[in-house]
């Protein structure tokens, strides 16, 4: 099964700091690589996504940086709140497979005031 | 702009009862649709997706089924509940730039 792994399974930041989390993939075809933010009892919202062409993306806080040699992306939340404490979900999919996505197991972030 | 819809928000069923969820998609036409259950605090497990009216494919053996019987709505069924049918159903539409997420049903069997 093509598969993504995403870690760490839970982090603990201090309000201020900065939130990583990464993903690595295996397929090579996957093209479009998405991040969701989840809060408790609320279906997944998008929050960013990437595409291969480009090695990173920035909206407001929330920045991806893509590595198409290693297979991985990761997630970069600078200044962090506690308001995005969230669990967070990467995902990814390819153009053949339409709108299918295959999910990374998810982080809690907790960020501390 | 598109918009889904999915109902009930909470349910509690005894084990042994059947299931009927369902999911509504305003905005969009041919949707990708898509069923997937989270289980407290893990990852999302796709159950069921369907590219059109009838058009069902599942990806987990298990005790639900589902069906497509317009083009943008989407029932998640059971005859019988187990316990293990328990946790989070989220239904989704597939569009351009991923997935859009329904706001959950959080089923209990009891």
């Known amino acids: 099964q093509q598969q993504v792994k995403q870690s760490p399974q839970s982090l603990i930041v201090q309000k201020g700091g900065i939130s990583i989390i990464n993903c690595a993939y295996e397929?090579?075809?996957?093209?479009?690589f998405p991040w969701y933010q989840q809060f408790p009892g609320k279906g997944p919202a998008l929050l960013i996504a990437i595409r291969p062409d480009v090695s990173e993306k920035k909206e407001g806080r929330f920045t991806i940086s893509f590595n198409k040699s290693a297979k991985q992306f990761s997630l970069h939340i600078m200044d962090s709140q506690p308001g995005d404490s969230a669990t967070y979900f990467c995902?990814?999919?390819?153009?053949?497979?339409?709108?299918?996505?295959?999910f990374g197991e998810g982080t809690q972030l907790t960020v501390n005031p | 702009s598109q918009t889904i819809h999915q109902w009930p928000a909470t349910l509690v069923q005894p084990v042994g009862s059947p299931l009927s969820l369902e999911c509504t998609v305003e905005?969009?036409?041919?949707?990708?649709l898509y069923w997937y259950r989270q289980a407290a605090g893990r990852g999302l497990q796709l159950l069921f997706y369907?590219?059109?009216?009838?058009?069902i494919s599942s990806e987990v053996p298990q005790n639900l089924s589902a069906s497509r019987p317009q083009d943008r709505q989407f029932i998640l069924s059971s005859k019988k509940l187990l316990l293990s049918d328990s946790g989070f159903y989220l239904c989704a539409w597939g569009g351009v730039e991923g997935n859009t997420f329904g706001s959950g049903t959080r089923l209990t069997v009891v």
């Open positions: 905005g969009t036409s041919n949707p990708n």
């Open positions: 397929n090579t075809a996957f093209d479009y």
């Open positions: 369907s590219v059109g009216i009838g058009q």
């Open positions: 995902a990814a999919s390819k153009e053949t497979s339409g709108s299918r996505l295959t």
